[in-house]
């Protein structure tokens, strides 16, 4: 059963809308989310006119911090506005390559932000969001090629599951080839990857970590107990998964939309999930438990400009949103208008479940319909 009217399908970047979605805002998803694809070529043409910057190898750009880069869809043609193009993957990792970068393993990271374990000059964390298939046909075997660690945020209920329809997501064979390589894998949630509303009105929508949803048959809003159980519930499901198929021995969270509140973070610690990411731009000293990400995929990305980013310290000239899914943490909830437009992450995609597919998400009730 579909407990929500609003979905953000877990982990997918198209946004499903069933039946009591009003017309005029679907009309108003359908233009945001289509103008990225039109910047494609543009983009494109505008980076292969420009002179790249000298290497600098040797030098320190910055010292006992961490930059971690944040990924979602690597392919090779750009198939809309969130994904990267191989191409421009490839020239990311040389550039960082020779310009003295050094990639860290999460293990590493969490030793440094936790005790202070020293890690390399530059620094660079890799992560990828959300599992999907093509970090196995496209992203891995680069990272592989170059011997580049990374991390990838699962979404464990959607791993070899086919009852979660959209883009493909990674099996459990691709995840142990991967894990057996360099690759570690770790919690974007159990299956609360996902919009939800949060009154009887379904005007607005808000990541189901980000507080209190609307409780479709107790017709209120869950109590500030039932949000915090909700959270404890799915996360630690996928910590238990983690460990028992992974062997995982730390516990790392990416929360979906970059969306939390200071109850879910008070859930993850009492979990033992000290390591957190968000998506805000920055860079990470030691004990920064809920830690920046610089957005390295999309569209938009320009190799040179990132590396001559990362080369300042991930210092942004204005404090610029990294994701509009930022605003979920600020302010009063906002409506849908406001979190749909997510360029950099998750992109559109074609609907290709119809009714009888429909994700058995029961995203505000005590469990879920398989
Ligand atoms: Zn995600």
């Not at 006992?64 to 750009?78: A, F, G, R, W």
């Not at 991967?178 to 990541?207: V, W």
């Not at 479709?216 to 404890?232: D, G, I, M, N, S």
């Not at 994701?323 to 409506?335: A, E, H």
Request: charged letters at 25%.
């Amino acid at each position: 059963m579909v407990a929500a009217a609003f979905l953000w399908e877990n982990g997918n970047r198209n946004y499903k809308i069933n039946n009591l979605t009003p017309l005029s805002t679907m009309g108003q998803l359908g233009v945001s989310l289509g103008t990225g694809k039109t910047n494609g070529g543009s983009v494109d043409k505008l980076n292969s006119q420009k002179v790249p910057a000298p290497a600098t190898p040797n030098k320190v750009y910055y010292r006992n911090k961490v930059i971690v880069l944040m990924y979602h869809e690597v392919t090779p043609d750009q198939i809309d506005a969130g994904t990267v193009l191989v191409s421009k993957f490839k020239r990311q990792i040389e550039l960082m390559k020779a310009n003295g970068f050094k990639w860290i393993t999460m293990k590493q990271y969490s030793d440094f932000i936790l005790k202070g374990t020293p890690v390399p000059d530059n620094a660079v964390l890799m992560t990828f969001d959300d599992g999907y298939e093509s970090f196995y046909q496209y992203a891995y075997p680069v990272l592989k090629e170059h011997k580049v660690p990374a991390t990838m945020f699962i979404i464990l209920n959607t791993v070899d599951n086919p009852k979660h329809p959209g883009i493909p997501k990674l099996t459990w064979d691709q995840i142990d080839t991967m894990h057996e390589n360099g690759i570690d894998f770790y919690n974007h949630t159990y299956d609360s990857h996902i919009l939800a509303p949060t009154d009887a009105s379904h005007k607005a929508a808000r990541a189901v970590l980000a507080g209190p949803m609307y409780l479709e048959k107790l017709k209120r809003k869950e109590t500030k107990e039932e949000f915090k159980l909700r959270v404890k519930t799915d996360l630690s499901k996928a910590q238990a998964m983690l460990k028992e198929k992974l062997k995982n021995d730390i516990d790392v969270l990416a929360f979906p939309y970059g969306a939390y509140t200071k109850s879910t973070l008070e859930v993850c610690r009492e979990l033992g999930i000290k390591i957190t990411f968000t998506v805000k731009p920055g860079i990470n000293k030691k004990g920064q438990l809920n830690g920046y990400r610089v957005n390295a995929g999309g569209v938009k990305n320009d190799p040179e400009e990132l590396i001559k980013l990362m080369k300042n310290g991930a210092e942004q000239k204005a404090k610029k949103l990294s994701s509009p899914f930022d605003l979920l943490n600020q302010g009063p909830l906002k409506t849908l208008e406001h979190v749909v437009p997510e360029p950099e992450g998750h992109r559109k995609s074609v609907v290709k479940n119809t009714k009888s597919q429909a994700p058995s998400v029961n995203v505000v009730g005590s469990g879920k319909a398989a």
